[in-house]
């Protein structure tokens, strides 16, 4: 256990840390499949995604992927010992960057296997040792380029339309001098990026307004005052694109190596657009996965064969879905099968609007749901999918949703193409119909305009609500998957072939055949 008495990781203790981590099976199975085994064609296309790529492959599908490796960061420090011991912010982050950063070794030791060359990912992926002497490093210091860089993008430069805020960016590039120093350009590394993304979050939010003075003056006020308001993750954010411009720039008039990409391949938790996070299911990627031998091999009372189903025809969460108690969320309300959601001990749904009623689309009766809800009903099981689905870390569908992430993987579904993008394409196409926003709203437990809003979409209508569920239809025609016994078709009739008695035909004198005249 760590000493009460240490106060800060150094590097060596969260690289130490990283590595004990990564040392574990699930992780070492990752990197096996996917980085020591995987193809030459599919390292040189998709290695520098990886270390992106692989930390999704073990989340939680119903977690953004920042928060993911967030939590690797947080558990590979306590499972080197540190129990109990609360990271700061700056020991987190640089977990997160020392997680990829082994991640990128693999890969680079990967390459060097496959191609004996050096490979082009980023700066953190070429190791000193691996550089040859044909990459000397430039010593000119970065002030020496700023007048001139802020010029060309100003105008435009290499065809690329001009930077409207090409003043924005140089104030970055100034910050950076200020921080870190006038640096010669051969000697900013993706580490030294990585500590300039550290100081700046420990800039006052007021930093640079009104004469506020010196860039080190500022940080050293905020470090003394900790109650003053610190500079945003999305403003870092925008002063990564200013060096990342600054970057490019020296990149194309061959003052740095296209292979040494410092401000690249950084997390800024936050920032994205939550209405680009995820990619609805597309008519390919569905057909990828429920044309998959997995898929079909999948037990006919499995998780794997049901819960992509339910959540395509009622765009229910994939935990709202695993919750389900057979003996009491699944019921008949105004003569038709409903899903319930309703709080209860040890779980709620995600919202005030979350507690909803959804009618069970037709499909998903014709094809077996309700005789498999019988079957756990009179199993008595507690779950509709007890014992497959175990409670982790306080979910359900923690397990699968894993499981399922490595399966959209290895079918070659885009990683923006999740588990929850089926509620996606749930909601895109009703809202193609000519159905009120607020019944959609109803059934798939988003709020509505406000207080007054959630308060109608309550009232709406079993029948009203069982016309939004029926009115969807996939992309795809699922019409291929097996029915339940009620809707089997026939078998095909045999074809009957008649027999016919073989003779030897009859020859004359000469051995011709003789043909029979037909009567």
């Given at each position: 256990m760590l000493s009460d008495k240490l106060q800060v990781l150094s590097d060596d203790d969260i690289r130490a840390a990283v590595r004990h981590w990564l040392s574990r099976e699930d992780w070492q199975h990752l990197l096996r499949k996917y980085v020591h085994r995987n193809s030459p064609a599919n390292i040189k296309a998709y290695g520098e995604q990886f270390p992106e790529?692989?930390?999704?492959?073990?989340?939680?599908?119903?977690?953004?992927?920042?928060?993911?490796?967030?939590?690797?960061?947080?558990?590979?420090?306590?499972?080197?010992?540190?129990?109990?011991?609360?990271?700061?912010?700056?020991?987190?982050?640089?977990?997160?960057?020392?997680?990829?950063k082994q991640i990128r070794e693999h890969v680079d030791r990967r390459i060097q296997e496959l191609f004996a060359?050096?490979?082009?990912?980023?700066?953190?992926?070429?190791?000193s040792a691996l550089r040859t002497p044909e990459q000397p490093v430039n010593m000119t210091k970065l002030s020496t380029f700023l007048t001139n860089w802020h010029n060309d993008i100003a105008v435009g430069y290499n065809h690329n339309k001009l930077v409207k805020d090409a003043d924005q960016y140089r104030q970055s590039a100034e910050l950076f001098l200020g921080l870190m120093g006038d640096l010669p350009v051969g000697r900013i590394t993706f580490e030294t990026a990585a500590e300039f993304r550290e100081l700046v979050l420990q800039l006052p939010f007021s930093h640079g307004k009104g004469g506020s003075g010196s860039v080190k003056k500022e940080l050293a006020r905020a470090r003394a005052d900790k109650?003053?308001?610190?500079?945003?993750?999305?403003?870092?954010?925008?002063?990564?694109?200013?060096?990342?411009?600054?970057?490019?720039?020296?990149?194309?008039?061959?003052?740095?190596?296209?292979?040494?990409?410092?401000?690249?391949?950084?997390?800024?938790?936050?920032?994205?657009?939550?209405?680009?996070?995820?990619?609805?299911?597309s008519r390919e990627d569905m057909q990828r996965l429920f044309t998959s031998r997995e898929y079909r091999d999948a037990p006919a009372s499995s998780a794997l064969r049901w819960l992509p189903l339910i959540s395509l025809y009622s765009g229910m969460r994939l935990e709202e879905i695993c919750r389900l108690?057979?003996?009491?969320?699944?019921?008949?309300?105004?003569?038709?099968?409903?899903f319930d959601l309703a709080t209860r001990e040890g779980?709620?749904?995600?919202?005030?609007?979350?507690?909803?009623?959804?009618?069970?689309?037709?499909?998903?009766?014709?094809?077996?749901?309700?005789?498999?809800?019988?079957?756990?009903?009179?199993?008595?099981?507690e779950y509709l999918f007890t014992p497959e689905l175990v409670l982790h870390r306080g979910k359900l569908s923690s397990g699968f949703s894993r499981d399922f992430s490595k399966l959209k993987f290895g079918l070659g579904v885009g990683l923006k193409t999740t588990f929850h993008s089926f509620r996606h394409t749930f909601r895109t196409v009703l809202e193609s119909t000519d159905l009120k926003e607020s019944h959609i709203d109803a059934v798939m437990g988003h709020e509505g305009g406000g207080s007054e809003g959630r308060t109608y979409t309550k009232r709406v209508s079993t029948a009203k609500l069982r016309e939004v569920v029926e009115a969807f239809a996939p992309p795809l025609d699922l019409s291929f998957l097996r029915a339940s016994s009620s809707d089997t078709p026939p078998p095909l009739s045999k074809i009957m072939i008649k027999k016919r008695k073989l003779t030897p035909p009859a020859l004359d004198e000469n051995g011709r055949v003789l043909r029979r005249r037909k009567t």
């Amino acid at each position: 256990m760590l000493s009460d008495k240490l106060q800060v990781l150094s590097d060596d203790d969260i690289r130490a840390a990283v590595r004990h981590w990564l040392s574990r099976e699930d992780w070492q199975h990752l990197l096996r499949k996917y980085v020591h085994r995987n193809s030459p064609a599919n390292i040189k296309a998709y290695g520098e995604q990886f270390p992106e790529l692989l930390p999704n492959l073990i989340r939680d599908e119903q977690l953004p992927a920042w928060e993911t490796l967030r939590r690797e960061a947080v558990w590979a420090l306590e499972h080197a010992g540190y129990d109990g011991y609360h990271a700061s912010e700056d020991e987190q982050t640089r977990t997160e960057e020392a997680l990829k950063k082994q991640i990128r070794e693999h890969v680079d030791r990967r390459i060097q296997e496959l191609f004996a060359e050096t490979p082009a990912i980023g700066a953190a992926s070429v190791p000193s040792a691996l550089r040859t002497p044909e990459q000397p490093v430039n010593m000119t210091k970065l002030s020496t380029f700023l007048t001139n860089w802020h010029n060309d993008i100003a105008v435009g430069y290499n065809h690329n339309k001009l930077v409207k805020d090409a003043d924005q960016y140089r104030q970055s590039a100034e910050l950076f001098l200020g921080l870190m120093g006038d640096l010669p350009v051969g000697r900013i590394t993706f580490e030294t990026a990585a500590e300039f993304r550290e100081l700046v979050l420990q800039l006052p939010f007021s930093h640079g307004k009104g004469g506020s003075g010196s860039v080190k003056k500022e940080l050293a006020r905020a470090r003394a005052d900790k109650t003053l308001p610190r500079v945003t993750m999305k403003t870092t954010k925008r002063h990564f694109s200013g060096m990342n411009s600054l970057w490019k720039w020296l990149v194309f008039k061959k003052h740095v190596h296209a292979t040494v990409q410092p401000f690249s391949g950084h997390s800024f938790p936050g920032t994205k657009s939550k209405k680009s996070a995820r990619d609805d299911w597309s008519r390919e990627d569905m057909q990828r996965l429920f044309t998959s031998r997995e898929y079909r091999d999948a037990p006919a009372s499995s998780a794997l064969r049901w819960l992509p189903l339910i959540s395509l025809y009622s765009g229910m969460r994939l935990e709202e879905i695993c919750r389900l108690r057979p003996g009491t969320d699944i019921t008949v309300k105004d003569g038709m099968p409903c899903f319930d959601l309703a709080t209860r001990e040890g779980w709620d749904p995600k919202s005030e609007a979350g507690t909803r009623t959804i009618p069970i689309h037709s499909w998903l009766i014709r094809h077996g749901l309700m005789d498999f809800v019988k079957q756990q009903r009179a199993r008595g099981a507690e779950y509709l999918f007890t014992p497959e689905l175990v409670l982790h870390r306080g979910k359900l569908s923690s397990g699968f949703s894993r499981d399922f992430s490595k399966l959209k993987f290895g079918l070659g579904v885009g990683l923006k193409t999740t588990f929850h993008s089926f509620r996606h394409t749930f909601r895109t196409v009703l809202e193609s119909t000519d159905l009120k926003e607020s019944h959609i709203d109803a059934v798939m437990g988003h709020e509505g305009g406000g207080s007054e809003g959630r308060t109608y979409t309550k009232r709406v209508s079993t029948a009203k609500l069982r016309e939004v569920v029926e009115a969807f239809a996939p992309p795809l025609d699922l019409s291929f998957l097996r029915a339940s016994s009620s809707d089997t078709p026939p078998p095909l009739s045999k074809i009957m072939i008649k027999k016919r008695k073989l003779t030897p035909p009859a020859l004359d004198e000469n051995g011709r055949v003789l043909r029979r005249r037909k009567t």
